[in-house]
């Protein structure tokens, strides 16, 4: 299965900035996916990177606030803009493997204050 | 609708004995259905996976589930579980490439000595 490399692995930010996450997998996909869990919950996806197109987001999350790029088929970063305490959660990315299930991230702790 | 229930949001077990976590699926076409295990502060591991052919599935660090179309159910078992085991327990639901999965809200996992 595919290996993903995320980072950072944590970071508290100030409320009002924004952060940038990377995943960087080992072989080529053609989506990547990133969702987030909150405190105590379950994950929910926030959208999917396509290579080559805009990334298509779930109902309640907007490019403005969670942009994504995608620039090849191995690289995609979250950015988590104009942070307020309600942002702190795990962001992770995920990948599918060639039919093996999908394999995530290891995961960035956001705490924002 | 498609989703996931797993009725159950904790469960204690005494080490060493057997250990069934429940799972529910609502899924408009075939189901391919996956259990994910997240230990504190960790990313999430897939334990295994059921796509097609036998209903009994054996996946990594002795768990197995068995897929019951009748009861839409994919419940996770182990014959004696390790303190190890305690962790955060996720079904999820979905197609097995590149489309979005749905996850249940989780079973979190004690040990008693």
């Known amino acids: 299965s595919a290996v993903i490399s995320q980072k950072p692995s944590r970071d508290i930010c100030q409320r009002g900035t924004s952060l940038t996450i990377q995943c960087q997998v080992d072989s080529q996909v053609t989506m990547m996916f990133w969702y987030r869990q909150q405190p105590g919950q379950s994950l929910t996806l926030i959208a999917t990177a396509n290579q080559g197109s805009e990334a298509t987001y779930e109902s309640g999350f907007v490019i403005d606030k969670f942009p994504i790029s995608r620039p090849n088929l191995t690289f995609s970063t979250l950015t988590v803009s104009n942070m307020s305490p309600e942002d702190s959660s795990i962001y992770l990315c995920s990948v599918e493997g060639r039919g093996e299930g999908y394999t995530f991230g290891s995961g960035t702790r956001l705490t924002v204050v | 609708a498609q989703s996931v229930t797993q009725p159950d949001i904790h469960i204690t077990v005494s080490e060493g004995a057997s250990l069934e976590l429940r799972c529910n699926y609502s899924y408009g076409a075939t189901p391919y259905l996956f259990w994910y295990v997240q230990s504190p502060g960790q990313g999430l591991q897939l334990l295994l996976k059921y796509f097609s052919g036998d209903t009994l599935v054996q996946g990594i660090k002795g768990f197995e589930a068995e897929f019951k179309r009748s009861q839409s159910s994919f419940n996770l078992r182990k014959p004696s579980v390790h303190w190890s085991d305690a962790a955060e327990y996720f079904c999820?639901?979905?197609?097995?490439?590149?489309?979005?999965?749905?996850f249940g809200k989780g079973t979190r996992l004690h040990i008693l000595p």
């Open positions: 999820a639901v979905g197609p097995p490439r590149d489309d979005k999965i749905i």
